[in-house]
Structure formats: structure tokens, C-alpha cells
């Protein structure tokens, strides 16, 4: 009997470390798994829930499950997971992670977003797409890059959000087509945007 409690017992607290290694939980309500730990992957994880701390994010917290992995390509579905590329630049952190909570966002607004990409095609018959993407990904990201800069202005301040999206344009080569019309020519999104109600609270 005793050998069967103390086996329990053992299976309870290697559940517990493994549980307290994989994932933490915060006051925020995120919850962040590290996938295949490392220095890296814990870093990207204490900076972005110190972000959840120092900025208030809960408007803009449409998953609260995140995935950290080294070697990933971020992404906001099944579950919203970033890579560690940028562990070591908290305000770069941030603005990837808010782009792929937009993804939840514009998911959430189905409907609205609908119709302002049948007003982006009139304004951008033709847009770049990669090979293997449908336009619409393009007109998409028009909307998630254009409410990004204003939620990492919203935190950061103007000259930080658009040092960011420069960077994330000129230097990863990410959507550049999309993030220059944001950044130089983002008069007719805006228009759309607004008049579609995009914009989530409080941005």
C-alpha cells in the first residue's frame, strides 16, 4: 500500500515540474508553452509576459494561449505561436505579437473585413502576392499591418511603431508591398478601415 502512494505521489509532482516547465500562467490570463526549451525560447517568454505587465493589453488579447518556438514561423493559428528571433528586442516582440492577435481579430470581424477588402480591390486592382497566396491574403494584411502600427503607436509611440514596421519591412522583408502603403501611403486604408469600424478598442 505505502509503495502505491508513494508512486502517486511521484507521478504528481513529475506532472507538476513538467507542467511548471512547459507552460506559465500569469495574472495577464496568457498562457505560454515553450516548445522544445531553450535560452531563447524562456527569454522571448519573461519579455513578452513583462510586456503584459507593463502595457495594458487586455483590449487587444483575443487568444490567450501562446506558443514559443526557436525555429518557427510565426503564426496566429491553431494556436498564435512566435518565434524567438527577436528575443532580446522587447518592442519587436510586441509587434509580433500583436499582428498575429489581429489575425484573431479580423476573424472576429469576418463580416466587416469582407467588405472592406471588396473596397481595397477597387482602390488595389492588383496587388503582389506570393506564388503560392491568393490576393486576398494582401488585402488582408493591408488591414492587420495598418491596425498594427496604430496599436504598437497606440503602446510605443509613432516613431517607435514605424522604426519597427521599417525594420520589419526593409531588414526581414515581410510583407514590404503591404507595409510601405501603411507606412507612406496609408491614406485610402485608413478611409477603409475606419468606415468598416476595424479599428478594435482602444486604438
Known sequence: ?????????????????ASQNDSSEHPSGVTVHEINPD?????TKQNLLHLTQVYDLQPLLFTKTVNIETKA???SHPVLTINTRHAEHPNRILAQFL?????????IKAREVDLAIKDLVKIYPKVPHA?????????????ICYIEFKA???????????NILTYTMKKEKLH????????????????????HQLLPPPL
Open 39 to 43: 535560452k531563447w525560447t524562456n527569454l
Open 131 to 143: 506564388k503560392n497566396e491568393r490576393p486576398y491574403v494582401t488585402y488582408l494584411h493591408l488591414i
Open 73 to 75: 514561423v510565426s503564426r
Open 1 to 17: 500500500m505505502k509503495w502505491i502512494l508513494f508512486f502517486c505521489v511521484s507521478v504528481l509532482l513529475l506532472t507538476s515540474c
Open 176 to 195: 514590404p508591398w503591404v507595409y510601405h502603403q501603411v507606412l507612406y501611403k496609408d491614406f485610402a486604408i485608413k478611409k477603409v478601415v475606419e468606415k
Open 152 to 162: 504598437v503607436a497606440h503602446y510605443l509611440g509613432s516613431k517607435e511603431a514605424t
Open 99 to 107: 499582428h498575429e492577435e489581429l489575425h484573431w481579430w479580423t476573424e
